[in-house]
C-alpha cells in the first residue's frame, strides 16, 4: 500500500489504521482508508487534532466487525453455514464440523494420532539428545561469555588435550589476559550412601575451581581456596544427580560424612540441577579439591609430575580482555614451557605443542569428538524424520482413501455452493484435531523418553548418564514439526478431495464410481516414498546389527570371560616399594587360596577399560634419547599369572615368572607390533629397550612376545604394548582380578575378603570384567537399538500403508473385478493382478530405500567396524523381512477378490 | 428472489446514492445517511454493504481514469443500475404496502 505516505496524513493514529487495513477486503482498502483520511484532515481543520484522532479511532472501532464480515462473507459459503464473524470462528466450525465427522469413524483419529505422535515423539527425543550432546547449553556459569578453555597439544598432533597440574601456575602467570585459571580432572569413585554402594563420575578440581566459574550450590555451599588451605581438604559437592541417587533427594545430605572412594568426605553442598562436567557430556556427579582423594590428602608425586597431564584448563578473561590476546600470550607461555621441558612440550612429529584459547561455547564440547557426535547425532535425527516421513504418508493415505469415500458428500457441499477454497479449508481444518492430539502425544513420548534415558544406567561401573531434556527449544521444534506433519498430511487429500467431479460423484453415491487407475498417483507416491523409508531404517539397523556381530566376534587377544575384578590404592600406607611389592604378593596368594578362585593376579592397569595408561619409551638403549628417538607404547605391569589368566597368547619367548622379582633384572614382554615397529625381520629376544618413568629412564630387556591384543578400544589400530612386572614397576593402585568357574561365583570375594584400611581408595569397585569390556560396544548397541525400533515401527506403518493402497483398490475396481469374474476370468488371475500392483510399488520403494544407504554407508565407514554397506548378510536379511511383510500386506486384502460375488456387486448398481 | 429484497440499511445506502448522483463516493454517502437518520455509519459498514450491492448487481462501483480526489487520494464513485433502480421501488412500495393502513401518527 503505497499510499500511507501521502501528505496530509500527518497525525493519524497509526495502529488503528494498520489494524483497520488488516480487516478491509482488499477491494475495499486503498478507498475506505483514503475515505477515512479525507475526513480525518476535515476534522483536523474543524475541531482540532486531538478530536480528529479520537473521531479516527471511534471509526475504526465501529469498522471492524462489519469489515471482517465484508472480508469473509464475500468468499461465497453464506448458503448453507451460517456467515462467521472472523477467521476464527469460521476455524472452529470447520474444526467442529471435522469432530462431528471423527466421532463417526474413531479408528480413523486413532490410527493418525498413534501414528503421528509416536513419529513426533521420536524425532523430539532425537532432538533433544542431539542437543544435550553436541550442543549442550551452559548451566550454572557465571558471565560465561568471559570463560575460556586453555587446550594443550597432544603427542599425537591433535590441539585439544588437558594441561598437567604442574603448568597451570606458569599459564597463569604468562596470560595476564586473565583474571585467574582453574583446572578439572575426571575421577570416577565409589560412595557409600543411604541407598547403598554408587558409583559417581565427578571431577576433582582446584580449590579455585568454584570461584572461577561462578557455579553455586543449590544447597549447602562450595569450597574455596581458603578453606582448602586451612581445613580438610576432604570435603565435596555433590551433583545435583548424584544428590537424588545417593541420598533419595534428602536435604539432611548437607554436613554428611561419607565414604568417597574409601576416604571419609564431607558433602558440603549440592549444584544445580543440570550442571555438566566439562570433560564428557554428562552430569557431573561430585567435586573434590585436587589432591583430596590421594593418600593424605597432598597433590601426590604422581600429580605433580609434569608428565601427566589430565587437566581440562578454564580461564576467566579480565573484563576488556579478548580472545585474540589471551592467545598471543598463550602462545608465548607455550614457547617458554617448551624451552622449560623441550621433550615433554614436542610432539610425536617433532613439532613444539601449542596452546589454544577457546571460547566456553566454542568447548562445551571437545572440539575432536563435536564433529563425530554431529555425525552420529545427525544419523539419529534422520531415523526419527524417516519414521515421521513414513506416519505422514501414511496418514495423508488414510485421508486421502477417507476423502474418496466423501466424494459424495464434498459434492453435496459443492454443489450447495461450497467454494473449492471453502473444500480446501474444511480438509485442513479436519488435521487440526489429530494434529493437536499427536502432538501432545509426541512431547508426552518425547518427556518420558528422556526421563527413561536419564534413567539408564550401563550395565558397567561407570554412570553415564545423559541429561536430555524436553525445554522451550525441544518444545518450539516440536511445535513446528506438528504443524509441518499436520499441514503434510492433510495438504495432499485436500487437494485430492477438493477436486470433486460433481455429476459422476453424486450419480454413484457410494464414491465406488469414476475413478481411473491414473488419478491415484498421489497415494502410489507415498506408498513408495514409505518403503523406501522403512527399507532404510531397517537395513541401517542390519548394518549396525551386523556391525555388532562382527565386533563381539573379533579376536580381543585376551578373554575376559570368568573374570572379576576391583582396584585398590594403597598409597596412605607409605609403603616402600618393596614393602609395597611384598603387600601385593601376600594379597595375591591370600586371593587365590579361597576355595572358588581358580587363579588371582594384580596389575595396573585392566584391558579394555578406561584406564590406561600411555608410556614413553625408545629403543635406543643405554643412554638419555634424544626427543626424536621417543617413541609412544602402552605399558602395564601385572604380577606373574596375569598373561595367563587373560590367556594371551604368548608367541615367543616366555611370560612374566615369580623370578623376576624385584631383586632380578628387569625384564618385559612386548607385543608383535612393538616388535614389528622396532625391530622388524630381528629377533627380539634379549634386547634392551628403556622406558620413561617420571622423567628418568629404565632399561628392560625383552624375554617374551605376545600376540596383538585389543587395549583402549575394540578398533584401535594396532599398538606397540609393553607388559612390565609388577615387582619391578611397582604402584600402589592397581586391580585385582580373580577367575572363577564364572565371574558372578568370584564377584563377592572381591567385597568380603578385600578389608580396606581407612584412607584406602577402592576407584573401580567389584565388577566383572566382560560388562566392563562391553561397555566399548555401547554405541553400537545404542545405534542399533534405535535404529531397530525404529525400523520395526517403520514396517508396521509401511504394512498398513500397502495394506490400505491395495484393500482400497479392490474395493474400487469391485465392479470391474465382478464384470471379469462374470465373463469368465479366473478369480486367482485377477488377485494376481491385484497383488502385483501392490508389489511393484513396494518393490521400487526398497530398490530406492537401500541404494540411498549404501550410498550414506559410504561415509559412515569407520562406524561400521568392518562391516561393508553392501554387506550380503545385512541385505539378505533386510529384503528377506520386508518381502515376507509387503507380500503378507499385499495379499490379505487381495484375497478379497476371491469372495467377490459377481452378481452382488453387479446388482447394486 | 430473496435478493429483491434489501435491508433497511442497504435501502438508506441505494437512496443516498440515487440522491448525490455523481458526487455519490464513501464520504458523501456516510455523510448523507448520517445527517438525514442522524445514526452514524462506520467505513466498514458501508463499503461492506456496498460490496453486496454490486455482487447483487444493484450498484456499479468504478473508479475515475483521473483521480478527481483531494489531493490524490483514491475515490470510488456508485451509481445505481437499473435493477438497482427497481430494487429500490419495489422496497419502497412493499413498504409502502405493508404500512397501508398501520396508524403511525399517536
Known amino acids: ?909 | 428472489m430473496s435478493e429483491r429484497f434489501l435491508a433497511e440499511f442497504e435501502l438508506y445506502v441505494m437512496l443516498a446514492v440515487a440522491q448525490l448522483g455523481d458526487d455519490a463516493y464513501g464520504v458523501s454517502v456516510r455523510r448523507r445517511i448520517e445527517d438525514r437518520t442522524g445514526r452514524t455509519v462506520s467505513v466498514g459498514a458501508l463499503y461492506t454493504a456496498l460490496a453486496r450491492l454490486e455482487k447483487k448487481g444493484f450498484v456499479h462501483l468504478h473508479e475515475p481514469d483521473s483521480s478527481s480526489g483531494r489531493r490524490g487520494r483514491p475515490r470510488r464513485y456508485c451509481s445505481l443500475t437499473e435493477e438497482g433502480l427497481g430494487a429500490v421501488r419495489h422496497s419502497m412500495s412493499m413498504l409502502e404496502r405493508m404500512a397501508d393502513g398501520v396508524a403511525l401518527e399517536a
Open chain 1, 1 to 909: 500500500m503505497g499510499d500511507s505516505k501521502r501528505e496530509g496524513t500527518h497525525g493519524i493514529p497509526r495502529v488503528s489504521r494498520w489494524l483497520l487495513a488488516r480487516c478491509l477486503h482488499d477491494d475495499d482498502r486503498r478507498f475506505a482508508l483514503a475515505d477515512l483520511e479525507e475526513e480525518f484532515d476535515e476534522a483536523v481543520a474543524a475541531s482540532g487534532l486531538r478530536r480528529a484522532r479520537a473521531q479516527y479511532r471511534r471509526q475504526v472501532f465501529a469498522s471492524l466487525g462489519p469489515a471482517l464480515r465484508g472480508r469473509f462473507g464475500r468468499t461465497g459459503s453464506n448458503t448453507l453455514t451460517r456467515t462467521p464473524d472472523s477467521i476464527l470462528r469460521a476455524v472452529l466450525a470447520d474444526v467442529r464440523t471435522s469432530v462431528r465427522g471423527y466421532a463417526r469413524t474413531p479408528l480413523v483419529l486413532v490410527v493418525t494420532v498413534l501414528s503421528l505422535g509416536v513419529g513426533i515423539g521420536a524425532s523430539s527425543l532425537a532432538f533433544a539428545l542431539f542437543r544435550s550432546v553436541v550442543y549442550p547449553s551452559p548451566v550454572g556459569l557465571e558471565a560465561p561469555e568471559q570463560l575460556v578453555t586453555l587446550y594443550r597439544g597432544t603427542p599425537d598432533g591433535e590441539r585439544h588435550g588437558h594441561q598437567a597440574w604442574a603448568d597451570l601456575d606458569a599459564l597463569r602467570e604468562g596470560i595476564p589476559q586473565l583474571v585467574d585459571v582453574a583446572g578439572a580432572s575426571m575421577i570416577n569413585a565409589s560412595v557409600e550412601g543411604p541407598l547403598g554402594r554408587q558409583t559417581l563420575l565427578g571431577e576433582e578440581v582446584t580449590p579455585n575451581y568454584f570461584d572461577l566459574t561462578g557455579i553455586h550450590a543449590a544447597a549447602g555451599r562450595v569450597f574455596s581456596p581458603e578453606e582448602i588451605r586451612s581445613g580438610d581438604p576432604r570435603v565435596a559437592v555433590l551433583g545435583y544427580d548424584a544428590w537424588q541417587r545417593v541420598f533419595g533427594g534428602s536435604v539432611d545430605a548437607v554436613g554428611q560424612v561419607v565414604r568417597l572412594a574409601g576416604l571419609s568426605f564431607t558433602i558440603i553442598g549440592v549444584a544445580p540441577e543440570g550442571v555438566r562436567s566439562r570433560l564428557i557430556p554428562f552430569p557431573t556427579d561430585v567435586w573434590v579439591p585436587v589432591g583430596s582423594l590421594s593418600a593424605g590428602g597432598v597433590i601426590n608425586e604422581e600429580r605433580r609430575d609434569p608428565s601427566s597431564r589430565g587437566f581440562l584448563t578454564l580461564g576467566r578473561l579480565r573484563t576488556g580482555a579478548t580472545i585474540v590476546q589471551a592467545q598471543s600470550s598463550a602462545s608465548r607461555t607455550a614457547e617458554a614451557l617448551h624451552d622449560e621441558r623441550p621433550v615433554l612440550w614436542t610432539d610425536d612429529a617433532g613439532r613444539a605443542q601449542p596452546i589454544t584459547v577457546v571460547s566456553e561455547a566454542g568447548s562445551r564440547v571437545r572440539p575432536e569428538l563435536r564433529a563425530g557426535g554431529s555425525l552420529i547425532g545427525a544419523f539419529f535425527l534422520l531415523a526419527a524424520g524417516l519414521v515421521l516421513a513414513v506416519a505422514c504418508s501414511n496418514v495423508a493415505g488414510l485421508f486421502i482413501a477417507r476423502a474418496r469415500k466423501r466424494r459424495a458428500e464434498l459434492a453435496l457441499r459443492r454443489s450447495l455452493g461450497a467454494t473449492r477454497g471453502r473444500l480446501i479449508r474444511m480438509m485442513l481444518a479436519e488435521g487440526v484435531v489429530p494434529g493437536t492430539l499427536a502432538g501432545i502425544l509426541g512431547v508426552s513420548i518425547a518427556y518420558l523418553g528422556t526421563e527413561a534415558i536419564g534413567a539408564l544406567t550401563l550395565p558397567v561401573d561407570v554412570p553415564l548418564r545423559l541429561d536430555a531434556d524436553v525445554d522451550g527449544l525441544v518444545l518450539a521444534v516440536t511445535f513446528l514439526t506438528t504443524v509441518a506433519a499436520g499441514l503434510a498430511f492433510s495438504i495432499a487429500p485436500a487437494l485430492e478431495g477438493a477436486r470433486v467431479d460433481l455429476y459422476a460423484a453424486l450419480k454413484s453415491a457410494r464414491g465406488t464410481g469414476g475413478g481411473r487407475r491414473s488419478r491415484f498417483r498421489i497415494k502410489d507416491g507415498l506408498v513408495v516414498a514409505q518403503c523406501a523409508a522403512t527399507a532404510t531404517l531397517l537395513f541401517g539397523a542390519a548394518l549396525f546389527f551386523r556391525t555388532l556381530d562382527v565386533a563381539t566376534d573379533v579376536d580381543l587377544g585376551f578373554d575376559p570371560d570368568g573374570i572379576a575384578v576391583a582396584s585398590r590404592d594403597i598409597s596412605t600406607r607409605e609403603l616402600s616399594d618393596r614393602e609395597g611389592v611384598q603387600f601385593v604378593r601376600r594379597l595375591r596368594d591370600r586371593m587365590a587360596s579361597l576355595p572358588e578362585v581358580r587363579a588371582a593376579a594384580i596389575s595396573r592397569s585392566l584391558e579394555l577399560t578406561l584406564y590406561q595408561m600411555g608410556t614413553s619409551v625408545s629403543v635406543a638403549a643405554g643412554v638419555e634419547p634424544a626427543s626424536d628417538q621417543l617413541a609412544e607404547a602402552w605399558r602395564n605391569a601385572v604380577t606373574p599369572g596375569y598373561i595367563e589368566m587373560m590367556d594371551i597368547p604368548v608367541i615367543a619367548g616366555r611370560a612374566l615368572l615369580e623370578s623376576d622379582d624385584e631383586d632380578a633384572e628387569s625384564v618385559a614382554v612386548v607385543n608383535e607390533t612393538f616388535v614389528e615397529r622396532h625391530w622388524p625381520g630381528e629377533d627380539p629376544l634379549d634386547r634392551v629397550f628403556s622406558v620413561r618413568v617420571g622423567e628418568a629412564y629404565v632399561a628392560y630387556r625383552v624375554v617374551g612376545v605376545v600376540a596383538d591384543g585389543t587395549y583402549r578400544d575394540f578398533d584401535d589400530p594396532p599398538t606397540p604394548f609393553v607388559f612390565t612386572s609388577l615387582y619391578q614397576d611397582f604402584t600402589p593402585r592397581f586391580a585385582i582380578a580373580l577367575e572363577g568357574s564364572t565371574a558372578e561365583a568370584v564377584l563377592p570375594l572381591l567385597r568380603s575378603e578385600i578389608d580396606l584400611d581407612e584412607g584406602e581408595v577402592q576407584m573401580v569397585g567389584p565388577s566383572v570384567l566382560a560388562d566392563q569390556v562391553s561397555f566399548q560396544f555401547m554405541h553400537l548397541r545404542i545405534a542399533s537399538t534405535v535404529l531397530g525400533w525404529g525400523g520395526i515401527f517403520g514396517l508396521l506403518l509401511a504394512a498398513m500403508g500397502l495394506y490400505g493402497v491395495v484393500a482400497f483398490a479392490v474395493a474400487q475396481r469391485a465392479r470391474e473385478m465382478a464384470l471379469r469374474i462374470a465373463l469368465g476370468a479366473e478369480r486367482l488371475d485377477v488377485t494376481r493382478a491385484v497383488a502385483r500392483e501392490g508389489l511393484t510399488l513396494a518393490a521400487i520403494g526398497v530398490v530406492v530405500g537401500v541404494v540411498f544407504v549404501v550410498w550414506v554407508a559410504r561415509f559412515g565407514q569407520g562406524i561400521l567396524f568392518g562391516v561393508r554397506p553392501t554387506d550380503p548378510v545385512a541385505l539378505i536379511g533386510t529384503l528377506g523381512v520386508l518381502f515376507a511383510v509387503t507380500l503378507t500386506a499385499t495379499l490379505v486384502p487381495a484375497r478379497q477378490i476371491l469372495r467377490v460375488d459377481p452378481m452382488a456387486t453387479l446388482g447394486r448398481e
